[in-house]
T-cell receptor, first 113, second 112 residues
């Protein structure tokens, strides 16, 4: 079974621009969560989607948004990029709501200049 | 409150056992996890334990859970240089969906 895939793997953007990251969960998994990883703050929860509904949201500004499609694929969008948004963005896939097994993708490395 | 604490560094010799420790604060946690992250990579799920268990063994990995002290440990037997990585402890609250709360990570260095 293929693992979690994330595209693109690397991205360089300029302050003020917006970006969209994509995540395809493991086949059959219906829950997708997003995390931001930075050296200073560590791993922080962004949001979780299950069956196209956002179930939970972390403490991030409204510039961070996401959605999930009927095939469980998910996208997250960051508008008006700031230098501090430079991070590794990780997506996790789980079979169900609050599932015991959460598998992560390789991440998207976003650099904001 | 939501808080998971880990020591930052651990250095061991190849062939020795490694023990990585973690403490958490919320007794309502349902599952507790260990993830491994190698440089430039995502998180690899190593193992997880349900909160009503005391121990789980999976090949070279042994997880011990002390609910009274809110203490979780990961023991790696016969540690190899390929085990060098950052190890993250995480907990999940069932009433908050699938939100994982992570520790800061423990960097394991295995010397030949």
């Amino acid at each position: 079974k293929a693992g979690v895939t994330q595209t693109p793997r690397y991205l360089i953007k300029t302050r003020g621009q917006q970006v969209t990251l994509s995540c395809s969960p493991i086949s059959g998994h219906r829950s997708v969560s997003w995390y931001q990883q930075t050296p200073g703050q560590g791993l922080q929860f962004l949001f979780e989607y299950f069956s196209e509904t956002q179930r939970n949201k972390g403490n991030f500004p409204g510039r961070f948004s996401g959605r999930q499609f009927s095939n469980s694929r998910s996208e997250m969008n960051v508008s008006t990029l700031e230098l501090g948004d430079s991070a590794l963005y990780l997506c996790a896939s789980s079979p169900g709501q609050g599932g015991s097994e959460q598998y992560f993708g390789p991440g998207t490395r976003l650099t904001v200049t | 409150g939501e808080d998971v604490e880990q020591s930052l560094f651990l250095s061991v010799r190849e062939g020795d056992s490694s023990v990585i420790n973690c403490t958490y604060t919320d007794s309502s946690s349902t599952y507790l996890y260990w993830y491994k992250q190698e440089p430039g990579a995502g998180l690899q799920l190593l193992t997880y334990i349900f909160s009503n268990m005391d121990m789980k063994q999976d090949q070279r990995l042994t997880v011990l859970l002390n609910k009274k002290d809110k203490h979780l440990s990961l023991r790696i037997a016969d540690t190899q240089t390929g085990d060098s990585a950052i190890y993250f402890c995480a907990e999940i609250y069932y009433n908050q969906g699938g939100k994982l709360i992570f520790g800061q990570g423990t960097e394991l260095s295995v010397k030949p």
